[in-house]
């Protein structure tokens, strides 16, 4: 089992960044696939972008491909979301989850992942 404990969320202006991250519990980290998804007050939780165990693949929904980045650090049990050029449709709760499973094309499902952070909310206004 691992705990997923979000930081680095706030309140940005349009077309600033913001680098949020996801500490991990327990010495099994680099075992699992790891996702950022966000949520919107009123919208379903949606897919932002997944990284494999070992860093080399990464995924982006094409909403924030170009303007994101995801990245992890095993050896400190943690990912990353770097996020530029924000905007305010970029405003939601952002989660980050861990995949214990194998690879599928069904990586931008939340089914798909096992444990879930609390949550970081990012604010970015116009």
């Known amino acids: 089992q691992v705990q997923l404990v979000e930081s680095g969320g706030g309140l940005v202006q349009a077309g600033g960044s913001l680098r949020l991250s996801c500490a991990a519990s327990?010495?099994?980290?680099?075992?699992?696939?790891m996702g950022w998804f966000r949520q919107a007050p009123g919208k379903e939780r949606e897919f932002v972008a997944r990284?494999?165990?070992?860093?080399?693949?990464?995924y982006y929904a094409g909403s924030v491909k170009g303007r994101f980045t995801i990245s992890r650090d095993n050896a400190k049990n943690t990912v990353y979301l770097q996020m530029n050029s924000l905007k305010p449709e970029d405003t939601a709760v952002y989660y980050c989850a861990a995949d214990q499973g194998s690879w599928s094309s069904y990586y931008a499902t939340p089914d798909k992942y096992d444990y879930w952070g609390q949550g970081t909310q990012v604010t970015v206004s116009s």
């Open positions: 327990g010495r099994t980290f680099n075992s699992y696939a």
């Open positions: 990284i494999s165990r070992s860093g080399a693949s990464s």
